[in-house]
């Protein structure tokens, strides 16, 4: 079985947009051309996109790619969320005011869907 190959957004610079974090995901778990499919766009598109080469405005890419790609089934709620929803909460801080938001933040940190955690273990689950 073959490892996935880690996809390389140093040309975004330290913090990628979310949108190109989640093609990258989508990348490292198939190809630039199977991801390009999954979101209507082409390998060309997908390539250019992850170097930070796109000739064009990346907006309609973008919305593209969170739609296909932003939507996340959050373990603690039981319910789907956007990948917006769940970035914001789970790099918030630890809301040690309440213990039901605090049992949800502690899910976050140890989620497959963050990416944090899925770069300190080895193991990369299927969607």
Known sequence: MNQAARVDLSAWGEQ????????AREVEQSN?????ERVGVSRTAVS???VNRYPCS???VARKVMDVLGRIECVAL???ITAE???TYRE???PTHNPMAMQHWRACQHCP???NCAAEEPRHGSH
């Open 92 to 94: 918030r801080k630890a």
């Open 48 to 50: 250019l996109v992850l």
């Open 32 to 36: 630039r051309k199977s991801a390009g």
């Open 85 to 87: 929803q769940c970035q």
């Open 78 to 80: 039981g319910e789907v």
């Open 113 to 115: 869907n963050n990416p």
């Open 16 to 23: 990628p947009p979310l949108w190109v974090s989640l093609l």
């Open 58 to 60: 990346t907006e309609g």
